[in-house]
């Protein structure tokens, strides 16, 4: 097995994870947005590769899942919040964009 294949199956492992700590209704509000980014930045990763063409789609619908969480909760990273408008016609680069600021905190601007 190769080592991404190796990285791929640990990440759904933590994934999977998460979606059922998220699942409980005492879950922090932190979890369950660490769960709908980790499962949107794997799907889009994913949909990016010649054999995910298919899964473009479920990108998508996992990008608006955080988009929507992010929403309601307030809990976007950085200068652009998900409340500007630039997003609703570019979900999965708003999932890019949070993924780099939760990867790299020193990049974060709060836009309160």
């Not at 097995?1 to 932190?30: G, N, V």
């Not at 609703?88 to 999932?95: K, L, Q, S, T």
């Amino acid at each position: 097995m190769h080592d991404t294949d190796e990285s791929l199956l640990r990440e759904l492992a933590a994934i999977e994870r998460l979606q059922t700590l998220a699942s409980d209704s005492e879950a922090t509000t932190e979890v369950r947005r660490e769960y709908h980014l980790r499962r949107a930045v794997a799907v889009d990763q994913y949909a990016q590769q010649p054999a995910g063409t298919d899964f473009v789609d479920d990108a998508e619908k996992a990008a608006r899942a955080l988009l929507d969480f992010d929403r309601t909760f307030g809990t976007s990273r950085g200068p652009e919040p998900a409340t500007d408008e630039k997003w609703d016609h570019d979900p999965r680069g708003y999932v890019r964009r949070q993924h780099v600021l939760e990867m790299h905190p020193e990049h974060r601007r709060s836009h309160a």
